[in-house]
């Protein structure tokens, strides 16, 4: 891994959250690159930086939200997307793990959330970040929501594929996960596998110079999981 800019903006809003940084759990496609080995080529640059707080009511969120404003996070009001802030030119999306309290969610943010592991981003940097089974589900629940499916365009199932393909012991860390998010993942890939347009997909994601011998690769770990 690398220090993409990816990283560089997962640093920073670390920095930015002070002591909030303990509570939150980072998440999205800014992190995907901690999940593979460093001889992985870069991952796809995203333009925000997601993390998830573990809030019981909207109440608590509003009381997260004054400690933000005091840290100097903006709500991004002209986005359109409620939870979305701004700080030195970075985009934050903060979001409760439970979706009573802004009224969306994903189905694995609680799970996730108390699941998390520590990772270190260098010597002074440490943050909170899903296990690799919980990355994949919750990747796995977006691409089904937002994604609607779409395997070409969907910027969640190409992170999947980025770290099917570069991560290390992907199966055996997923086939070690507790049985609920493991059956998950089971029986989404099976899904994914009878989709005459997942092959497709999946090559639309990868390097064309080595697709055929990365497309088997993905082919294999995907039935392995399923199975």
């Not at 333009?47 to 969120?61: M, N, P, Q, R």
């Not at 998390?116 to 943050?127: C, G, K, Q, V």
């Amino acid at each position: 891994m690398n220090d993409s800019i990816n990283i560089v903006r997962l640093r920073a809003v670390a920095n930015t959250l002070q002591e909030l940084n303990r509570n939150v759990v980072f998440v999205g496609g800014a992190t995907v690159s901690l999940y593979v080995t460093r001889a992985a080529p870069e991952a796809r640059p995203t333009d925000d930086v997601d993390v998830i707080v573990e809030l019981a009511s909207y109440k608590e969120y509003a009381q997260l939200e004054e400690r933000l404003r005091l840290l100097g996070f903006v709500n991004d009001i002209k986005s359109g997307v409620i939870c979305r802030y701004t700080i030195n030119g970075l985009i934050v999306d903060i979001m409760p793990t439970n979706s009573e309290a802004l009224g969306f969610s994903n189905r694995w943010y609680p799970d996730g959330f108390k699941n998390a592991i520590s990772y270190s981003l260098d010597d002074r940097n440490t943050i909170n970040i899903f296990s690799l089974p919980y990355f994949i589900a919750s990747k796995l629940e977006a691409f089904k929501n937002r994604g609607n499916n779409n395997f070409r365009f969907s910027t969640d199932f190409e992170d999947i594929v980025y770290v099917l393909e570069n991560g290390k012991n992907v199966v055996e860390e997923l086939m070690a996960a507790d049985e609920e998010v493991k059956s998950y993942l089971k029986n989404e890939f099976a899904v994914m596998l009878e989709n005459s347009h997942f092959e497709e997909g999946v090559l639309g994601h990868l390097n064309q110079h080595t697709a055929a011998a990365s497309l088997n690769k993905l082919l294999t770990i995907v039935k392995q999981i399923s199975a």
